[in-house]
Every structure is written in structure tokens, then in C-alpha cells.
């Protein structure tokens, strides 16, 4: 079965500091990873993915994610944080070769960025 | 359309009373997903359509809940009898074709509350 673990519930950081949100995953097979944001009262926003290539992945707003293999992790970053960035985010898999099989999603990472 | 475009944005039912969600996927996606996402910010998924066929419906709860893609009608997500922990978002998702590196996006999901 497929997992993915986020272990901050929140993550603190000032303004214009760098910033990671973690993931882990758990799959039987090769993954696709993803990074969501979901705004307050707004829907999930796709950030990125893996799929292959380049372990480092580049999406939107600046934000970067990592695919390490030998740690199963696709943690979240970004060189410079805004309070803008302030959100909650989620990291999800899907196992590849399963057809179009569901997302699956960790809990999910609040960031909370402080002026 | 360019977005996944879900009505109503809040309902709130008396208990044991039927909901209906709707679903607008992005013009030429071929896959439909629901999910729920209830107080925790878990997200749990319901269903998935290929077209208007039913791909995969291990997350639904049946007893209480069906969900229809229709040609040329909006997806729809019905709760016959709500009850008290059917209060949560409801996410519908949209993806193209088979592949699972695909992208899915979603709706800004349609909040039930029920009383």
C-alpha cells in the first residue's frame, strides 16, 4: 500500500529565510510525487511533481522539491520565504504503470510565515 | 472549461437529509475524482470515473452514497440521509488520459455542513 508521511504538523519560519516541508513516502514500485498548496477556504493548488529526470524538481511561485530515492523523501523548499507563502501543503504519490489510480495524500504541513 | 468547477460552494443539510454535489471537469480530461476532506485536512478519496464509467470505488461509502458522470451533464456526488460526520469539503479532481504522472487538478471544493 501506499503512504506518504509529512511528521511537522507546522512549520515556523521569518520572513525572507529559507524553508523545507517534509515528505516521506512509502510505495511498492517507482513513484510519482506531488506538491499542493491549499490556501484558507480555497482548493488544493498544484505545485509540482517527479516523474523523472532531474531529482530536483522546479515548480511555481519559486517553490523547488528534491527526489531522493535512497531516503524515499520529496521534501519542499524555497530560498527566500514570503508571508504570502503562509498556507497549508501537501505532499501526495501515485504509483506508476497503475493507470490512473488515486492520489494519495499525506496530513499535511502548515507553514506559517512570520514578518 | 480551464478549471474544475464544483457547486454549490457551502450546503447545509438537516440530518437524514439528501446532498448533491456537482462537478464541471476541465474540457478534454477524461477522469473524475472525489475526494473528502474532513476536519483534520485529511483527504480521503470517495471515486473515480473514466468518463462516465466508474474506474475505481473503494473509498466510497455505499450505503449512503452514489455518484454519477453523465454525457453532457455535469459529474454529480450524492448523499442520500446525511449524517453528522458527512460534514466535511468535498473535492472533485480532473486529470487527462491513462498515464499516472499526470496532473490532477482540482475544484475548489463544495463545503457540506450538515445540522
Known amino acids: 500500500a501506499q503512504s506518504v508521511a509529512q511528521p511537522e504538523d507546522q512549520v515556523n519560519v521569518a520572513e525572507g529565510n529559507p524553508l523545507t516541508v517534509k515528505c516521506t513516502y512509502s510505495?511498492?514500485?517507482?513513484?510519482?510525487l506531488f506538491w499542493y498548496v491549499q490556501y484558507p477556504n480555497r482548493g488544493l493548488q498544484f505545485l509540482l511533481k517527479?516523474?523523472?529526470?532531474?531529482?530536483l524538481v522546479k515548480g511555481s511561485y519559486g517553490f523547488e522539491a528534491e527526489f531522493n530515492k535512497s531516503q524515499t523523501s520529496f521534501h519542499l523548499k524555497k530560498p527566500s520565504a514570503l508571508v504570502s507563502d503562509s498556507a497549508l501543503y501537501f505532499c501526495?504519490?501515485?504509483?506508476?504503470?497503475?493507470?490512473?489510480?488515486?492520489?494519495?495524500f499525506g496530513k499535511g504541513t502548515r507553514l506559517s510565515v512570520i514578518a | 472549461g480551464e478549471e474544475v468547477a464544483q457547486t454549490p460552494k457551502h450546503l447545509v443539510r438537516g440530518e437524514g437529509q439528501k446532498a448533491k454535489l456537482y462537478c464541471a471537469p476541465i474540457?478534454?480530461?477524461?477522469?473524475v475524482f472525489w475526494y473528502q476532506q474532513v476536519l483534520k485536512n485529511e483527504f480521503k478519496f470517495l471515486i473515480s470515473?473514466?468518463?462516465?464509467?466508474?474506474?475505481?470505488e473503494t473509498g466510497m461509502p455505499k450505503e449512503r452514497f452514489s455518484a454519477k458522470c453523465l454525457p453532457n451533464s455535469p459529474c454529480s456526488l450524492e448523499i442520500q440521509a446525511t449524517k453528522l460526520e458527512d460534514s466535511a469539503v468535498y473535492f472533485c479532481?480532473?486529470?487527462?488520459?491513462?498515464?499516472?504522472?499526470?496532473?490532477?487538478?482540482f475544484g475548489e471544493g463544495s463545503w457540506l455542513t450538515v445540522v
Open positions: 510505495v511498492s514500485g517507482n513513484p510519482y
Open positions: 517527479y516523474i523523472t529526470g532531474d531529482n
Open positions: 470515473f473514466q468518463n462516465e464509467n466508474v474506474f475505481d
Open positions: 474540457k478534454g480530461h477524461s477522469y
Open positions: 501526495a504519490v501515485r504509483v506508476t504503470n497503475s493507470g490512473n489510480t488515486p492520489l494519495v
Open positions: 479532481a480532473s486529470s487527462q488520459s491513462v498515464s499516472s504522472g499526470n496532473t490532477i487538478y
